[in-house]
């Protein structure tokens, strides 16, 4: 069971989850709306608003699609549970504000937030808790995608699954621009599985 979370944390928690497991873009993330459309009991999936246009996406396309898995090894890192903790505790406000947007504002009136908002909430999780080892890090949604779209790519997996999956347009741009290092002694264990690029990797 999730723990009992005040309005902000289960909002920004639910946004770095979110944006760490599946490594899509903010504006991506922002661009769900929270009707969950299929369930199951390890995972849910969600769909980019029909008008929305991914970078990349030509138009016409179908909208996109963002599985979230469970953690059956760590409840307090599942993405799928903090999804679904958040879409109830925030269910009321969606209906006030007659939108079927996924986030909103944890400030009153609670207004759905922009793509900029959704960065800031990701980045915020990263700030705080390097604030409590007592260094505070520069942190940015754009290197929570790359290390994710990193840390879970095995040497199995074809580059151009990669793309396609996570939308770069070519090589160079994944390459140079989301591709990191990953130090060996790295521990995502507590992570579970995580769905990355749209796909599942267990490590």
């Given at each position: 069971?999730?723990?009992i979370?005040s309005?902000?944390?289960?909002?920004l928690?639910c946004a770095?989850?979110?944006?760490?497991?599946?490594?899509r873009?903010?504006?991506?993330?922002?661009a769900?709306?929270r009707t969950?459309?299929?369930?199951s009991?390890?995972?849910?999936?969600?769909?980019?608003?029909?008008?929305?246009?991914?970078?990349?996406?030509?138009?016409?396309?179908?909208?996109?699609t963002i599985?979230?898995?469970?953690n059956?090894?760590n409840n307090d890192?599942?993405?799928m549970?903090?999804?679904?903790?958040?879409?109830?505790d925030t269910?009321?406000?969606?209906a006030?504000?007659?939108?079927?947007?996924?986030?909103y504002s944890?400030?009153?009136?609670?207004?759905?937030?922009s793509?900029?908002?959704?960065?800031r909430?990701v980045?915020t999780?990263i700030?705080?808790?390097?604030?409590?080892?007592g260094?505070?890090?520069?942190?940015?949604?754009?290197?929570v995608?790359?290390?994710?779209?990193?840390?879970?790519?095995?040497?199995e997996?074809?580059i151009?699954?990669?793309?396609?999956?996570?939308?770069?347009?070519n090589?160079w741009s994944?390459?140079g621009?989301?591709k990191?290092v990953?130090?060996a002694d790295w521990d995502?264990?507590?992570?579970?599985?995580?769905?990355v690029?749209?796909k599942v990797?267990?490590f």
């Amino acid at each position: 069971m999730v723990h009992i979370l005040s309005y902000r944390d289960i909002s920004l928690k639910c946004a770095f989850l979110l944006a760490l497991s599946s490594g899509r873009r903010v504006s991506e993330l922002h661009a769900l709306r929270r009707t969950v459309y299929e369930v199951s009991d390890d995972r849910v999936c969600l769909q980019t608003d029909a008008s929305f246009l991914a970078k990349n996406q030509k138009m016409g396309s179908e909208p996109l699609t963002i599985e979230v898995r469970s953690n059956p090894l760590n409840n307090d890192l599942c993405p799928m549970l903090t999804l679904l903790q958040y879409i109830t505790d925030t269910n009321d406000i969606a209906a006030t504000n007659m939108s079927d947007s996924l986030f909103y504002s944890y400030v009153k009136p609670h207004k759905p937030i922009s793509k900029n908002s959704v960065a800031r909430w990701v980045a915020t999780v990263i700030r705080d808790a390097y604030a409590q080892l007592g260094s505070v890090p520069k942190a940015n949604a754009h290197e929570v995608r790359a290390i994710s779209a990193s840390m879970f790519v095995g040497p199995e997996d074809s580059i151009q699954d990669i793309l396609s999956a996570g939308l770069w347009s070519n090589q160079w741009s994944y390459l140079g621009f989301y591709k990191r290092v990953i130090p060996a002694d790295w521990d995502f264990s507590q992570f579970g599985s995580l769905v990355v690029v749209n796909k599942v990797m267990k490590f």
